[in-house]
């Protein structure tokens, strides 16, 4: 397994401004990855994370609205630009095993609230 | 495209009763995995079991066991002696054993109450 803690654990923000989440793991890992979940909601994949190379995003996110980096193997950041109150949502970031059965650990999540 | 379907948006269980979870998934895939993840009002997503789809033996952690049908790709998650810290919204993924980058495809999650 492996212990991840994200910052800050919430935040709330004026529409138009953007916010950096940072994810830190406990050891090294390939891959990292960014989710949403609206609140009483399932979780939506934003992006894969892979470090040294861009990452890889999923169908409605784009790279200017949801910018990440990875500049090496135990940290991510991924940033939610010019953000409206849709954004108000939970972020969360995982990491995936290199083997299987591949299953994914998550930080405690960054509650977002856009007013 | 891989699909996991969860029906039931709410159930209750009276403590230490048994309550069973249901998840159903679509996939022309042989080779995948199954989770079931708990996520508290704390937010933090916790993994409860897995499930390896070439193994047929249900996967059993403590009171937490599952009824894996993969003809009928179903994967239900039974909790038995249901505890109060059992309150959550628990919910089920799918992935295909395709390394590190498998993506996670998640369930619309059911949230479980428990009755005192």
């Known amino acids: 397994s492996a212990v991840i803690s994200q910052k800050p654990s919430r935040d709330i923000c004026q529409r138009g401004t953007s916010l950096t989440i940072q994810c830190q793991v406990d050891?090294?890992?390939?891959?990292m990855f960014w989710y949403r979940q609206q609140p009483g909601q399932s979780l939506t994949l934003i992006a894969t994370a892979n470090q040294g190379s861009e990452a890889t995003y999923e169908s409605g996110f784009v790279i200017d609205k949801f910018p990440i980096s990875r500049p090496n193997l135990t940290f991510s950041t991924l940033t939610v630009s010019n953000m409206s109150p849709e954004d108000s949502s939970i972020y969360l970031c995982?990491?995936?095993?290199?083997?299987?059965?591949?299953?994914?650990?998550f930080g405690p999540g960054t509650r977002l609230t856009v007013t | 495209a891989q699909t996991v379907t969860q029906s039931q948006p709410e159930m209750s269980v009276q403590e230490a009763e048994t309550v069973t979870l249901s998840c159903t998934y679509d996939t022309s895939e042989s080779d995948y995995y199954l989770f079931w993840y708990k996520q508290p009002p704390s937010r933090q997503m916790i993994l409860v079991i897995r499930?390896?789809?070439?193994?047929?033996q249900n996967a059993t952690e403590n009171r937490f066991s599952v009824n894996f049908q993969k003809a009928a790709k179903s994967f239900s998650l039974k909790i038995s002696d249901s505890q109060l810290g059992d309150a959550a919204m628990y919910f089920c993924a799918y992935t295909t054993a395709t390394g590190a980058n498998s993506k996670l495809t998640f369930g619309k999650g059911i949230t479980l109450s428990v009755r005192p």
């Open positions: 050891s090294q890992v390939t891959m």
């Open positions: 499930q390896e789809a070439y193994k047929q």
């Open positions: 995982s990491v995936g095993l290199a083997a299987g059965p591949y299953e994914q650990y």
